[in-house]
């Protein structure tokens, strides 16, 4: 009988080893033939791996191939003496003598896109379309790169402070956010949504977990096409109990968003200075009640107020030029929005029931956040329902958790993408998400 | 202005601060009321926290209030003195000076599941039809913490390894799987998918990242009705470049899993207990080709062969069982799967193409992962597809990256679910999922 034990040692080094074990001696490494560059008696072929590019040098005669058998997009293993290189990418070249082919592209193919360009400049469309190969450019994966660090970052930091990480159904009988903006499917002879938030299940989850997040997708059947819209999208949820009011809400956020910036900085160095990345100063985030924010940039940038319940993308825009240019910060939290624009179970302000105790957070102008205090009270939350003229009976799967005893609580939801496009200041939410889903893009 | 600095210190404990603080002075804690047991004189008030329960002891005429005001669901802030008490639930009980309710339960409103009792002996019905509060059982919610953990340490030792984490789309234009078990929605007047799997683009970012990871939702329109199926469920997907063969990919994972029972060993510790869980011993794995463990049970467990292509779920058993009495062992690879059964993607063995360079993990005799290398030469690729009457043109995103140049690669896919029933030897994989979707079940 045979077993498995374990990972064997590969015989092959990645560049954190060589750069680790010294800049002497033979090596053997895999990768894909990123470039060729012949240069006559030598030619530089530059091989790409997943911490970046080695340059290999080849040599007619030393190195025991023929230059014209290799390719750029064969994969291979590569022999030879390391050198230190000032002018290569990691600072060393491997002086080749061997290569191995290990895989090859399609005979006569030829690739759509400049990928081995360090920009590729190439329309939003056409990299969209060639997706798949388009990722393989060094920036463009760096992007997803940080994405994967901000994830990182919100969970450990949730972890950190006791928060349980939950998995919740998409398929769903009823949704939460309400609206037009839902897809709808068969689900064995019964109608079925799929989720536009894990709203009800996080609120559940909280008395169970007291603090609970979830990093997932989330769907919205949303008939806009703007750069900042998905149809798809991955929601950074966290849902906490025994609040004494959504400024601890904001106060969370604001301590996951230092900790996440912090091990960007930590562990993904290579990627901020590859993308030039700027990170925000997270010592203050300032706070503005939504009606103050509104009247605040309708004095200074002399516009008119016209929508008096929400904010337009314009005003997103303006009250973050003001927080930047009054008080540094690329930050605002938004405060009290009106109850007309804010789901059924938002907890009304006491104070004044025409406005929520919720928030929006604005990133560079543009909303990355919406959270607020939840409605715990079986009565109160009944009694909303019907003011809006919705029934309860619907309900009852929610409603069990406020007849049966629910704390104070609640949470909010982040858009990733957005989060990652505003961080690297591009224009278009697509330019951040791995495959988006939108009004006409269902492939790649 | 107002700003959000950070989070504000509470004036709350939680049951791990106590421990570490010591058992003495007087303390704030809030929790669910767990339980009230009146004992005349003194009455125990349990508080359910999520860390454990704390025993709070109330005494008529020192605690500030009256007994028939509390009543279990409420959510209540207490405060009073810490004493040791060894048959307390922590080693410690609050003797009460002051309890003030924060929210109650619907007036007259009674818990429809025992769910203070340690064991609620209700039918999985039951449970399931009341899960928002069956939850907070204690036994109940443990079970999610140890699939939290199950999750975390599968991550943790995969960036360990230098895979990146990606998140693929869940609305798709094709299917991986094929077959009839899909979801189908409209999409703007498009048809589409729910993703079966995330098969194509795991190894389309295996062309950008070498090693990827993923752990998010997948969904099967399967019309089985079995303790071992659901219509929506957890993978843990992970694909690697550059192998020498799918006996790299078992490694990985027998390392994953070993890295995944030391984290819940060291940080889960709690649950274990509470659940009575026996961690598998993990210092080798059995592997067994489809062809030869067929015959090893058909021979020993006397049992006639009647489908040569695919293993009965009792020939899964049986297979468990076999190398358990003989090996010892929890867990079985079983390798080479017929080409038959195999979906198109999979590398035939070239030394006989009627099977497949693939397995499938048995744990305690049930299938969690299904696994193998992938074809990633082009011309080799569309010919498996025309050999099974495939249209290659309608996977032109797939095969682009082969078309582009792919290194040898392959990967899996866990069954989450399925890997917590058999951690716990549950025998439902309903009992380890959250909000389980089922043929009958969209809700709650």
Same mark, same amino acid.
């Given at each position: 009988m045979e077993f498995i034990t374990g990972i064997k040692k590969k015989d092959t080094s990645e560049i954190s080893d060589i750069l680790v074990n010294g800049l002497s001696g033979t090596v053997k490494i895999n990768g894909f033939i990123h470039t060729i560059r012949d240069m006559g008696e030598v030619a530089f072929v530059v091989l790409r791996k997943r911490e970046g590019l080695v340059q290999c040098v080849y040599e007619e005669g030393v190195t025991g191939c023929q230059l014209k058998e290799l390719k750029e997009g064969m994969t291979v293993e590569a022999e030879g003496f390391l050198h230190e290189e000032e002018r290569a990418p990691q600072g060393f070249e491997v002086r080749l003598s061997k290569i191995t *082919? $290990? =895989? +090859?592209? !399609?005979?006569? +193919?030829?690739?759509? $896109?400049? *990928? +081995?360009?360090? !920009?590729?400049? =190439?329309? $939003?469309? =056409? !990299? $969209?379309?060639?997706?798949?190969v388009a990722l393989r450019n060094i920036r463009e994966r760096a992007i997803f790169k940080i994405q994967e660090g901000i994830v990182r970052g919100f969970r450990d930091f949730l972890y950190s402070q006791s928060f349980t990480e939950i998995r919740t159904p998409k398929i769903v009988a009823g949704n939460a956010e309400g609206g037009a903006n839902v897809f709808k499917l068969e689900y064995f002879g019964s109608k079925a949504f799929l989720a536009q938030s894990p709203q009800f299940y996080k609120q559940t989850m909280v008395g169970v977990y007291d603090r609970v997040f979830e990093a997932a997708p989330v769907f919205r059947a949303e008939k806009h096409n703007t750069t900042r819209h998905l149809n798809e999208y991955t929601s950074l949820d966290f849902e906490m109990g025994y609040i004494s009011g959504f400024e601890d809400i904001m106060a969370m956020e604001m301590e996951m968003l230092r900790y996440v910036f912090a091990l960007l900085k930590e562990k993904y160095a290579k990627e901020l200075l590859l993308l030039e990345i700027k990170l925000p100063d997270m010592s203050k985030i300032p706070t503005v009640r939504f009606d103050e924010a509104k009247q605040l940039v309708a004095e200074k940038y002399s516009r008119k107020i016209k929508n008096p319940y929400d904010l337009e993308p314009e005003e997103e825009v303006l009250i973050g030029k003001y927080f930047k240019e009054e008080f540094g910060s690329d930050f605002v939290f938004v405060t009290h929005y009106p109850s007309k624009k804010r789901p059924f179970y938002a907890m009304d302000d006491p104070t004044d029931t025409k406005f929520t105790l919720s928030f929006d957070l604005l990133f560079k102008g543009m909303e990355i956040t919406t959270g607020g205090q939840r409605i715990h009270d079986y009565e109160a939350q009944v009694a909303k329902m019907m003011a809006r003229g919705m029934n309860p009976d619907e309900f009852t799967n929610f409603l069990m958790i406020h007849k049966h005893g629910m704390p104070p609580h609640g949470g909010l939801g982040i858009g990733l993408e957005r989060l990652t496009m505003k961080l690297l200041d591009e224009q278009n939410v697509r330019e951040t998400t791995l495959f988006p889903r939108d009004l006409s893009r269902l492939e790649p």
């Amino acid at each position: 009988m045979e077993f498995i034990t374990g990972i064997k040692k590969k015989d092959t080094s990645e560049i954190s080893d060589i750069l680790v074990n010294g800049l002497s001696g033979t090596v053997k490494i895999n990768g894909f033939i990123h470039t060729i560059r012949d240069m006559g008696e030598v030619a530089f072929v530059v091989l790409r791996k997943r911490e970046g590019l080695v340059q290999c040098v080849y040599e007619e005669g030393v190195t025991g191939c023929q230059l014209k058998e290799l390719k750029e997009g064969m994969t291979v293993e590569a022999e030879g003496f390391l050198h230190e290189e000032e002018r290569a990418p990691q600072g060393f070249e491997v002086r080749l003598s061997k290569i191995t *082919i $290990l =895989t +090859s592209p !399609k005979e006569g +193919s030829m690739m759509p $896109l400049p *990928i +081995s360009k360090w !920009k590729m400049k =190439t329309s $939003l469309e =056409t !990299k $969209l379309a060639y997706r798949p190969v388009a990722l393989r450019n060094i920036r463009e994966r760096a992007i997803f790169k940080i994405q994967e660090g901000i994830v990182r970052g919100f969970r450990d930091f949730l972890y950190s402070q006791s928060f349980t990480e939950i998995r919740t159904p998409k398929i769903v009988a009823g949704n939460a956010e309400g609206g037009a903006n839902v897809f709808k499917l068969e689900y064995f002879g019964s109608k079925a949504f799929l989720a536009q938030s894990p709203q009800f299940y996080k609120q559940t989850m909280v008395g169970v977990y007291d603090r609970v997040f979830e990093a997932a997708p989330v769907f919205r059947a949303e008939k806009h096409n703007t750069t900042r819209h998905l149809n798809e999208y991955t929601s950074l949820d966290f849902e906490m109990g025994y609040i004494s009011g959504f400024e601890d809400i904001m106060a969370m956020e604001m301590e996951m968003l230092r900790y996440v910036f912090a091990l960007l900085k930590e562990k993904y160095a290579k990627e901020l200075l590859l993308l030039e990345i700027k990170l925000p100063d997270m010592s203050k985030i300032p706070t503005v009640r939504f009606d103050e924010a509104k009247q605040l940039v309708a004095e200074k940038y002399s516009r008119k107020i016209k929508n008096p319940y929400d904010l337009e993308p314009e005003e997103e825009v303006l009250i973050g030029k003001y927080f930047k240019e009054e008080f540094g910060s690329d930050f605002v939290f938004v405060t009290h929005y009106p109850s007309k624009k804010r789901p059924f179970y938002a907890m009304d302000d006491p104070t004044d029931t025409k406005f929520t105790l919720s928030f929006d957070l604005l990133f560079k102008g543009m909303e990355i956040t919406t959270g607020g205090q939840r409605i715990h009270d079986y009565e109160a939350q009944v009694a909303k329902m019907m003011a809006r003229g919705m029934n309860p009976d619907e309900f009852t799967n929610f409603l069990m958790i406020h007849k049966h005893g629910m704390p104070p609580h609640g949470g909010l939801g982040i858009g990733l993408e957005r989060l990652t496009m505003k961080l690297l200041d591009e224009q278009n939410v697509r330019e951040t998400t791995l495959f988006p889903r939108d009004l006409s893009r269902l492939e790649p």
